[in-house]
């Protein structure tokens, strides 16, 4: 059955009308194999047993319903399977965290992140129930370094004369 299907309910009429039936009714069922039971016994005591295997499909959802990441924006906002997110050099990790809109389902890649310069992808990939999967790519573009110069300068045992000055490179 469908996986929007929660219950079903099973009638059953016996043969000879002083035969008692036992099982019917409204049955709940869940994802994989539910085994329903019917048990006919009749006025001498004998019995026979009816078995009935109902499978439900898991589902198929695997959407997540919303993306985040702790630094930039993504782009274009939160509707498609690709985004894009700017940071600058000074950010050298990210991480992206969101919510599944099934929670039947599953998700991989909510974690943080090291960043290299440049383009770095990022895969976040969602399961369904059923085993079906779909891959978010986000692209985040960390800034490269466009400073040739040195934070600081020293020589052991010695002091600079003048003292250093990123601008003076004698």
């Known amino acids: 059955?469908?996986?929007?299907?929660?219950?079903?309910?099973?009638?059953a009429t016996p043969?000879?009308?002083?035969?008692v039936v036992s099982g019917v009714g409204s049955h709940?069922?869940?994802?994989?194999?539910?085994?329903?039971?019917?048990?006919?016994t009749s006025e001498a005591?004998?019995?026979?047993?009816?078995?009935?295997?109902?499978?439900?499909?898991?589902?198929?959802?695997?959407y997540l319903s919303n993306l985040y990441t702790s630094e930039g924006e993504l782009t274009p906002v939160f509707d498609t399977l690709e985004y894009t997110v700017d940071v600058s050099n000074e950010?050298?990790?990210i991480e992206i965290d969101g919510k599944l809109e099934?929670?039947?389902?599953?998700?991989?890649?909510?974690?943080?992140?090291?960043?290299?310069?440049?383009?770095?992808?990022?895969?976040?990939?969602?399961?369904?129930?059923?085993?079906?999967?779909?891959?978010?790519?986000?692209?985040?573009?960390?800034?490269?370094n466009v400073s040739s110069y040195l934070k600081e300068l020293s020589v052991d045992d010695y002091d600079l004369s003048p003292s250093f000055d990123k601008e003076n490179l004698e």
């Open 91 to 93: 950010i050298d990790e």
């Open 102 to 144: 099934d929670l039947s389902s599953s998700v991989e890649g909510f974690k943080t992140y090291s960043l290299n310069e440049g383009e770095n992808s990022i895969y976040i990939t969602v399961t369904s129930e059923s085993g079906v999967v779909r891959t978010y790519r986000i692209i985040v573009n960390r800034e490269e």
């Open 15 to 19: 043969e000879v009308s002083t035969s």
């Open 45 to 62: 005591g004998t019995a026979k047993k009816y078995t009935i295997i109902v499978t439900k499909d898991g589902s198929d959802n695997n």
């Open 1 to 11: 059955v469908d996986n929007n299907i929660n219950n079903i309910v099973v009638a």
């Open 28 to 40: 709940q069922i869940g994802v994989g194999t539910n085994q329903i039971d019917i048990t006919v």
